[in-house]
């Protein structure tokens, strides 16, 4: 993270500095991304963090704010601002700002602080644990049990949560997950868990046919017909959640911290339903599996976001998508030996994902590749799979 430095003249930050440079470049006007000639950047008004932190920046007609814009859309991606920092903080020097024969700013001065203000002279990232994060979690949970009975037992379970957090990774999981993009304000980040589901049911019964020797019908047959007839047993587990939240990426660009791109920031523009369709369209026209029925719907999307500025950790977990339900069944024969009470051989019939049905794994993608926008590139749930067992208790 680099410094948000402050300038004691205006008491305007680094952050809002970049933020208000952006505001020009990346949204007011869109036609200085041509990055072909320096006249666009003389409308640029002056921003007085770079005036004040950066005079030596000015030159060959400009202001010293014209020409670190200057040196940001011409030697950066869009949206990548810690790029731009590098120049003007750690590889910067001389006492003017220097350009090439085509007027592209090449190199630019430190800042009055020297080199090295804003980004540690030793590192431009590191990682480590910390016990900033916070989260919270609340549900309600509904359980209905019947214990084996009458040769019927079953669960029903309900929970109905909601789970917030500043990072989420699994608690299995190798250190590189639910990093603070900005560890000067950790509260930017707080948003859905990356594991919220809204709604959870899950439900799971056994029921052995009540039919055979013993049984409450036909309990007196003969036990060549009890061989066919009797010892059947039927399972089955069915599971259902509420999607999960995701989001849109700013894409490979590094706005707020060097290490870690940001997720995309909603724009408070409509955002078109979601929609997941087999012959869906994505913005450039494709047919392909898509969250969104029409190329229409998909741009629209896409103008509901935009990337990250400096200081920024964009829309966390903004969005979701589909759920995701499956059954599983077991059908089970015993048979009785008849050469010793309690030997019983078992024949099991598993099967998971029984109707075989193919949830769609989407997501929005990144602004920086918006031609994939919304397309669908898996399935959340395994093919159909079935397995035979034999099973001898004694």
Known sequence: ????????????????????????????????????TNASYVN??????????????????????QNITN?????????????????????????????NSSGKATQLPCSRLGPNALFNSQFSALSGPSSIGSGAYHSGQLTVRKRFSNDLQFDINYTLSKSMDLGSGNEGGTFGSGFILNSWDTSTQRGLSNYDSLHILNV???????????MR????????LDAVVGGWQLTGIFRANSATPTGASSGSVWGTNWQLSSPAMVTGLPMPAVAINKNGTLPNGTLQPSMFATQADANASIAAFRQSFDGETGSRNAIRINGNWNIDSGLFKEFKMPYKEGH???????????????????????????GTWGRC????????QMQLALRYTF
């Open 71 to 99: 040196y940001y859309v011409r030697n950066s991606n869009m949206g990548d601002f810690t790029n731009v920092l590098n120049g003007m903080d750690e590889i910067c020097g001389g006492t003017t700002t220097t350009f």
């Open 344 to 370: 019983v051989v078992q024949l099991r019939w598993e099967s998971f994902n029984v109707t075989n049905t193919a949830i769609m794994s989407c997501g929005l993608g990144s602004m920086d590749s918006t």
């Open 44 to 65: 640029m008004p002056k921003i007085a963090f770079f005036e004040d932190m950066w005079p030596a920046a000015a030159g060959g007609g400009y202001t010293a704010t």
């Open 204 to 214: 799971y019964g056994v029921w052995r046919l009540p039919v055979g020797r013993g």
């Open 377 to 384: 590139t898996g399935q959340q749930t395994s093919p159909r």
């Open 217 to 224: 019908f036909f309990g007196n047959m003969n036990k060549i």
């Open 1 to 36: 993270m680099p410094t948000n430095l402050k300038d004691p003249s205006s008491s305007m930050t680094y952050f809002q500095a970049m933020q208000q440079m952006a505001q020009y470049t990346d949204i007011t006007n869109l036609a200085i991304r041509s990055k072909t």
